[in-house]
Each structure stands twice: as structure tokens, then as C-alpha cells.
């Protein structure tokens, strides 16, 4: 009996012991801040020259944009080309111009890249300017 209640006894205090006790050497974790990731808060898209748009041409132009501790992209490289330069150069200058919320590890603002697809869709129905343009080229002008 008296081995048993030793035993027990052992096992109560190796139990309590994994629990933290109170041993005042004890240092409390810092308490942990889910990481957060960039998220977009302003952009405008990109203008489409209307001449492109009555023509039928669009395309999609992917960037990578680094996005500073401050929100605003501090690089903006092109790796993917929607196939025509002047819808290229209206992404890229679209994109230099937009606002994000930076990404966080820690509590603290980090620099983060994405990519970012720029997507350029010919306008359904067209605009009533493209008749205008069609009838402007037809003369030769």
C-alpha cells in the first residue's frame, strides 16, 4: 500500500510538473500574430485605347509587383505580355499608380511580390466612338 501511495504520489507531481507549475523561472510565450498577406485597396484599372478596344484586340499582361512596407508597389516587372506593347505599357503604368495593404509576419509590415494578371477585354457592345474611328481610318486618316 505504502508503494502504491509512493507511486501515485510520484505520478501526481511528474503530472503537475508538466503543467507549468508555478516555479516562477517560467517565461510566458509571446503570444503569436497570424500572418497576413497583401491585399489590394485601390486599383483603378488601366486605360484602354479605344482604337485597340473597337479593333478587337485585348489581352492579358501578368506583372510582378512588389509591394513595399508602405502599400505602394516599389517594382513592377513584366513576365507575361497580353501580345500587344501599348496594352503592356497601360498595365504597367496602372499598376505603379495602385494602393495595397502591405502583408504582415510578426505584427510587422514586410515587403511581399505577387503577381498580378492585367486583363484587357475588347468592350461588348462596342463603343459608339469605334464608328467614328472605323469611318476616320476608311477615309485614310
Same mark, same amino acid.
Given at each position: 500500500?505504502?508503494?502504491? *501511495?509512493?507511486l501515485?504520489?510520484?505520478?501526481?507531481v511528474?503530472?503537475?510538473a508538466?503543467c507549468?507549475? *508555478?516555479?516562477?523561472?517560467d517565461?510566458a510565450a509571446?503570444?503569436q500574430?497570424? #500572418?497576413?498577406?497583401v491585399a489590394a =485597396?485601390?486599383?483603378?484599372?488601366p486605360q484602354?485605347p479605344v482604337?485597340?478596344?473597337?479593333?478587337?484586340v485585348g489581352g492579358?499582361t501578368?506583372l510582378k =509587383?512588389?509591394?513595399?512596407?508602405?502599400?505602394?508597389?516599389?517594382? =513592377?516587372?513584366?513576365i507575361g505580355?497580353?501580345? &500587344?506593347?501599348?496594352?503592356d505599357?497601360?498595365a504597367i @503604368? @496602372?499598376?505603379r499608380?495602385?494602393?495595397? &495593404?502591405?502583408?504582415?509576419? &510578426?505584427?510587422?509590415?514586410? #515587403?511581399?511580390?505577387?503577381?498580378? #494578371?492585367v486583363r484587357? &477585354?475588347? #468592350?461588348?457592345?462596342r463603343?459608339? +466612338?469605334?464608328?467614328a474611328i472605323? +469611318?476616320?481610318?476608311?477615309r485614310?486618316g
Amino acid at each position: 500500500m505504502i508503494l502504491r *501511495t509512493t507511486l501515485l504520489s510520484l505520478f501526481l507531481v511528474g503530472a503537475l510538473a508538466g503543467c507549468g507549475g *508555478t516555479g516562477g523561472d517560467d517565461v510566458a510565450a509571446p503570444p503569436q500574430v497570424a #500572418p497576413t498577406e497583401v491585399a489590394a =485597396v485601390k486599383t483603378p484599372p488601366p486605360q484602354y485605347p479605344v482604337e485597340l478596344g473597337c479593333t478587337g484586340v485585348g489581352g492579358t499582361t501578368t506583372l510582378k =509587383v512588389v509591394v513595399g512596407i508602405d502599400g505602394r508597389p516599389s517594382d =513592377v516587372t513584366q513576365i507575361g505580355s497580353s501580345g &500587344n506593347a501599348q496594352l503592356d505599357e497601360q498595365a504597367i @503604368a @496602372a499598376v505603379r499608380g495602385w494602393q495595397f &495593404n502591405a502583408a504582415t509576419r &510578426n505584427g510587422q509590415k514586410i #515587403p511581399a511580390t505577387i503577381q498580378v #494578371p492585367v486583363r484587357f &477585354n475588347p #468592350p461588348n457592345p462596342r463603343p459608339d +466612338e469605334c464608328f467614328a474611328i472605323e +469611318e476616320r481610318m476608311r477615309r485614310g486618316g
